[in-house]
C-alpha cells in the first residue's frame, strides 16, 4: 500500500482536508458564538473529542505534504562585531499586527501546534514502599478547584486549524523547517508524532470515517518516518 505516490495524494489529501472542514464547523457548532463564556459542563470534552483526532489528522496530512528540507550549515558570526551592536537580523519575523486573523488578545500569534507528546511509560508494577524511617508524610492539601473551563483556548486552537485548512501549503513548508532543524540537531524524535497512540483515535465515539481516514493517514506517516533510505 505504501509508499504513497502523487496520484495517490491526489485522492487522499482532499478527502482528509474535507472530513477536517466538517469536524471544525462541528466544533464550532458546539461552541457557541461568546469565546470568553462559560462553557456548560461536558462540552469542553465534546469538542476536545473531535478536535483532537482533527489536529492529529491534520499533523499528518501536513508531514505528507511536506517537502525535503536541508538546511545549510550554521555560520557563526563575526568575532569583531557585538552582538548587541550587530542590529535586527534581515531574516527576523515581523511582529504581527492588530490586523491579523490569527492574532491573539494578548499580542501573541495563534500557531497550530506541531507536535506531540510522547508515549507515557509504562505504570510500576508491584507493592510501593511509601516511607522508610520514621512516620509517614503528612496527607497532601487538598488540590484548589480549577476555574470552570471558557471557550477561549479552544476558540483558538479551532482559528489554528481553521487557518491550516485555509492555507495547507504554507503549513507543510512550516513543518518541513522544523523537522528538518530537528534533524540536523539529532532530536531522538526527529518526527514528533505518536504514532503508536494516536490522540482519541481509540475513543469508542469517533465517526468512522474520520477513524478510518485518520488510520490510514497514521500509517503512511508512519511508513514515511521510518522506511528505508533510497
Given at each position: 500500500?505504501?509508499?504513497?505516490d502523487?496520484?495517490?495524494?491526489e485522492?487522499?489529501?482532499?478527502?482528509?482536508?474535507?472530513?477536517l472542514?466538517?469536524?471544525?464547523l462541528?466544533?464550532?457548532?458546539?461552541?457557541g458564538?461568546?469565546?470568553?463564556?462559560?462553557?456548560?459542563?461536558?462540552?469542553?470534552?465534546?469538542?476536545?473529542?473531535?478536535?483532537?483526532?482533527?489536529?492529529?489528522?491534520?499533523?499528518?496530512?501536513l508531514?505528507l505534504?511536506?517537502?525535503?528540507i536541508?538546511?545549510?550549515?550554521?555560520?557563526?558570526a563575526?568575532?569583531?562585531v557585538s552582538?548587541?551592536?550587530?542590529?535586527?537580523?534581515s531574516?527576523?519575523?515581523?511582529?504581527p499586527t492588530?490586523?491579523?486573523?490569527?492574532l491573539?488578545?494578548?499580542?501573541r500569534?495563534?500557531l497550530?501546534?506541531?507536535?506531540?507528546?510522547?508515549?507515557?511509560?509504562?505504570?510500576?508494577?508491584?507493592?510501593?514502599i511509601?516511607y522508610?524511617?520514621?512516620?509517614p508524610?503528612?496527607?497532601?492539601?487538598?488540590?484548589?478547584p480549577s476555574a470552570?473551563?471558557?471557550?477561549?483556548?479552544?476558540?483558538?486552537?479551532l482559528?489554528?486549524l481553521?487557518?491550516?485548512l485555509g492555507?495547507?501549503?504554507?503549513?507543510?513548508?512550516?513543518?518541513a523547517?522544523?523537522?528538518?532543524?530537528?534533524?540536523a540537531?539529532?532530536?531522538?524524535?526527529?518526527?514528533?508524532?505518536?504514532?503508536?497512540?494516536?490522540?482519541?483515535?481509540a475513543?469508542?465515539?469517533?465517526?468512522?470515517?474520520i477513524?478510518?481516514?485518520?488510520?490510514?493517514t497514521?500509517?503512511?506517516?508512519?511508513?514515511k518516518?521510518?522506511?528505508?533510505p533510497?
Open positions: 500500500m505504501f509508499p504513497l502523487e496520484q495517490d495524494m485522492i487522499v489529501a482532499p478527502e482528509g482536508w474535507a472530513r472542514d466538517r469536524v471544525v462541528m466544533a464550532v457548532d458546539l461552541l458564538p461568546v469565546a470568553d463564556a462559560i462553557l456548560p459542563k461536558g462540552v469542553a470534552a465534546k469538542i476536545l473529542a473531535i478536535l483532537k483526532p482533527a489536529e492529529a489528522l491534520a499533523r499528518r496530512l508531514y505534504l511536506a517537502p525535503t536541508t538546511l545549510p550549515p550554521a555560520t557563526p563575526p568575532r569583531s552582538p548587541a551592536k550587530a542590529g535586527a537580523s531574516s527576523s519575523v515581523p511582529a492588530a490586523r491579523d486573523p490569527g491573539r488578545r494578548d499580542s500569534k495563534i497550530f501546534r506541531l507536535t506531540e507528546a510522547p508515549t507515557r511509560g509504562p505504570k510500576p508494577t508491584g507493592p510501593r511509601r522508610l524511617d520514621g512516620p508524610a503528612p496527607p497532601k492539601p487538598p488540590a484548589r470552570p473551563p471558557t471557550a477561549a483556548k479552544l476558540r483558538d486552537r482559528i489554528a481553521s487557518m491550516v492555507d495547507p501549503d504554507h503549513h507543510a513548508k512550516r513543518l523547517r522544523m523537522l528538518a532543524r530537528r534533524a540537531k539529532g532530536s531522538p524524535r526527529p518526527v514528533p508524532f505518536n504514532f503508536a497512540y494516536v490522540p482519541r483515535l475513543r469508542h465515539g469517533l465517526e468512522e470515517d477513524r478510518d481516514v485518520l488510520q490510514f497514521n500509517d503512511a506517516a508512519h511508513y518516518a521510518h522506511a528505508p533510497g
